[in-house]
Nanobody
Framework: QVQLVESGGGLVQAGGSLRLSCAAS????????MGWFRQAPGKEREFVAT????????YYADSVKGRFTISRDNAKNTVYLQMNTLKPEDTAVYYC??????????????????WGQGTQVTVSS
């Protein structure tokens, strides 16, 4: 098991930026892929981005491609999500998750076994 704690959410105006962090403890962090997901009110949780175990491959949802960047620092057991040019439709609770495998290519929720508690991101127009 791995414990995940997100931070960095908040209120920002459209066009602004935020950087989310997710600190991991427990299972060896560098052995598995990590992902970010989000859930807006009344909607299902959706894939945002994933990164493989070493950080050499990243995958993004079309809605955030070119605006968001996922990265990781295995020495610090932390994964990040840099969010630029934010839009009101990015408003959601953002969750980080640890995958079952090191690959990172799965965007399915079932591919992730541990989840953080979430951090709220609100983008005002």
């Amino acid at each position: 098991q791995v414990q995940l704690v997100e931070s960095g959410g908040g209120l920002v105006q459209a066009g602004g930026s935020l950087r989310l962090s997710c600190a991991a403890s427990g299972r060896t962090f560098s052995r598995y892929a990590m992902g970010w997901f989000r859930q807006a009110p009344g909607k299902e949780r959706e894939f945002v981005a994933t990164i493989n175990w070493i950080g050499s491959r990243t995958y993004y949802a079309d809605s955030v491609k070119g605006r968001f960047t996922i990265s990781r620092d295995n020495a610090k057991n932390t994964v990040y999500l840099q969010m630029n040019t934010l839009k009101p439709e990015d408003t959601a609770v953002y969750y980080c998750a640890a995958a079952w495998t090191p690959d990172g290519s799965s965007a399915s929720l079932s591919g992730f076994g541990s989840w953080g508690q979430g951090t709220q991101v609100t983008v005002s127009s």
